[in-house]
């Protein structure tokens, strides 16, 4: 397997948006390879969009983002991905009428072809299903390939955006097992948003609370759940389950 | 129940992806087997293999990548008066004049491509309509160079490899673009299922992820871009080579309009869909027109409005249908190959 790159991600009083349009409101964090964090808010409140605008698909309004302390914000989408950043959107946007092999080579660019038998190793489901379309994949199985393929590219950061969504428990068990099986073995940085809070906090090694598009909280699961109150406003969640 | 649908393992699915030539060899059978059988139809035959390669190239773009064009004569004249003037000017050779008429075809499309590609949708539409027009102008204008009106004639091709002359029956040229047909197929095959043909495939689905996936979009499209212009000026330069005569025809928004037809009726992103769609448009086109030269077209035009609406992914569909239900017969699944 090819060598996973070391990196420092910081997003520093991050503004973006849509069409002049303000989202985010001066949110940043930082993340190194190894370390997992867990992006949590209700519906609307910038979660995607912090997520978008690392990978530069948004309207950048101000602030900075930085790999290694070099900003990155000027950058185009594709080269923050080759920089590292490996990126599954929450619309999956598996390619259908390719097999899952062809997708899988789609996105492997000049990296070695032993990637695609990495991929099914993590995931084996896919290597079953591998001649198959992309619109005759079950929704997690849709999931495992949008996420194999980002993971391509070799990425020392994978950002998640909700890949449980739309999952029965089972299959959403059984693919954030899997998610967290990659990320413990490869090393890599991974940032997850997800409206499962319980799923956040055991992944997550740091966890950032937005609220209308700014951080309401940044800190360790085990201190969020000491603050029940922050979680009910913010959240809407009054206990965690175990 | 679509679970059980797979890509196909066999015959045209392993066919059409696989590295071993069969599909060149089985069109090489079929190309002789014409040859002999219609010794009175080559220079029909010849045009029909030529504009097989156009429309390959046509789906390259628009079936693999796509990049809908209706400026692909642009280079497929270029790529003819190249090879013309080439043989006129400088030597007569007609595989040099190939070769310089595919980098002037990739040079056309590379230069236009640089600008247009930033252009997505009808404004590209809009802006190879314009280019077309622009050759088309600028040919008729280089009366001096190009003949304008006249055409551009006066020149004779040396024999093939220097044994085999272009002779009157058009057995040299029919057989020579035959090989170049094979030759590009299996390249064209080749790259298609490339991983970075499948980016291109990517690309065709969905823009927006392949740049996440941290491939440069403009990039890839420019490199097929500028392949499908080097194949559409190879094209035109077998025209060249094999009438012996470039009009301005070659460069006209019919020629390019008749090709996306031709794509469209055989079926794109398939390679052979295009290879069916141009040999049945010209076939009935010119039977048709052998009938009745005026109503033709109404005779195209049906055949389309059926295709459209009984055959929407064009008539490789036929070829699914038929295999699927060979498949059945024998106790198969049956495939869904709706690629």
Known sequence: MTELKQMTLTVDDL???????????????????????????????????????????????????????????????????????????????????????????????????????????????????????????????????????????????????????????????????????????????????????????????????????????????????????????????????? | MTQTTVKPSLALGTLHTGRLPIPELIALVVGLGCFFAFPSNL???????????????????????????????????????????????????????????????????????????????????ILTIAFGSLTFAVANQLNWLTGGDDGLYGYIMAPLFGAFEFDFFGRTGFLYSLGILLVVFYGLRRLVNSPFGLSAQGIREDRQRMTSLGFPVYRVMLMIYIIAGAIAGIAGALSAQTIQVVGLQSLSFTMSAEALVMLILGGTGRLYGAVIGTVVFMVVHHYAADLDPSTWMLVIGLMLIAVVLFLPKGMVQLVDMTRNKVSRLNGGAGHDNSK
């Open chain 1, 15 to 242: 503004l973006a948006g849509y069409d002049g349009t303000r989202i985010l409101e001066g949110v940043s964090f930082s993340l190194k390879t190894g370390e997992r964090l867990g992006v949590l808010g209700r519906n609307g409140m910038g979660k995607t969009t912090t997520l978008a605008s690392i990978m530069g698909l948004t309207e950048f309004q101000g602030g900075n983002i930085a790999v290694d302390g070099q900003s990155i914000s000027a950058m185009s989408t594709f080269q923050r991905a080759r920089l590292g950043l490996g990126y599954v959107p929450q619309t999956r946007d598996v390619f259908p009428s390719l097999t899952v092999e062809e997708n899988l080579l789609s996105a492997l660019g000049k990296q070695p072809e032993s990637r695609i038998e990495h991929a099914y190793q993590l995931f084996p489901r896919l290597k079953e299903r591998k001649q198959n379309y992309g619109n005759q994949l079950s929704g997690g199985e849709q999931q495992m390939l949008s996420v194999a393929r980002a993971l391509m590219g070799n990425p020392s950061i994978l950002i998640l955006d909700e890949p449980l969504e739309g999952l029965s428990p089972l299959l959403a068990e059984q693919l954030m097992t899997d998610i967290e099986h990659l990320v413990e073995t490869s090393g890599m940085g991974c940032i997850l948003v997800e409206q499962h809070v319980d799923v956040v906090l055991r992944f997550a090694t740091r966890v950032i609370i937005l609220e209308r598009g700014k951080v309401a909280f940044y800190g360790t699961p085990a201190e969020l759940e000491q603050q029940p109150k922050l979680l009910e406003e913010t959240i809407g969640l009054q206990k965690i389950s175990a």
């Open chain 2, 43 to 125: 220079g029909f035959m010849t045009e029909i293999v030529i504009m097989i390669l156009l429309v390959l190239s046509l789906d390259l773009l628009l079936g693999y990548t796509g990049i809908a064009s209706l400026g692909q004569a642009a280079m497929f004249g270029g790529g003819a008066y190249c090879a013309g003037l080439f043989a006129l000017h400088i030597h007569n050779d007609p595989l040099l004049g190939l070769i310089m008429a595919a980098l002037f075809g990739g040079l056309m499309a590379g230069v236009s491509g640089l600008l247009f590609l930033r252009a997505h949708g009808l404004s590209f539409i």
